[in-house]
């Protein structure tokens, strides 16, 4: 929702402003995957070897069918890094992709692939 009167951490107000009631995280780092089940542990060793620390890895599996969920769910038993996983019908990376900036919790948004 436009807000003209939005303001948003640091101060910064305007017209034209999304309103983001919460943020939890400076950043947000977004993957989208599709049956790319081998490929999420990069992105996760990736994640877990960063020092800065004030982020979460979303992910918006768009329907994947190779066990996508159950390679996510070891990582999250892990509790190395904050995760969230969300699971949907199949309706391409576009899709996906507004999901996530829907669902994200960060002040900034970084769309990192698998």
Do not use: C
Not at 98 to 109: D, L
């Amino acid at each position: 929702m436009i807000d003209p009167d939005a303001v948003l951490p640091g101060g910064d107000r305007g017209p034209g402003l999304i309103r983001q009631p919460e943020f939890r995280y400076a950043v947000t780092v977004f993957t989208a995957t599709y049956n790319r089940a081998p490929l999420l542990s990069r992105v996760y060793q990736s994640l877990v070897a960063q020092t800065f620390r004030d982020f979460e890895w979303l992910i918006v599996d768009d329907g994947s069918t190779d066990g996508s969920e159950e390679v996510v769910r070891q990582f999250i038993s892990e509790a190395r890094i904050p995760i969230r996983y969300i699971w949907q019908e199949n309706r391409g990376l576009h899709s996906a992709i507004n999901r996530g900036v829907r669902e994200a919790k960060g002040y900034f948004f970084a769309h990192i692939d698998s």
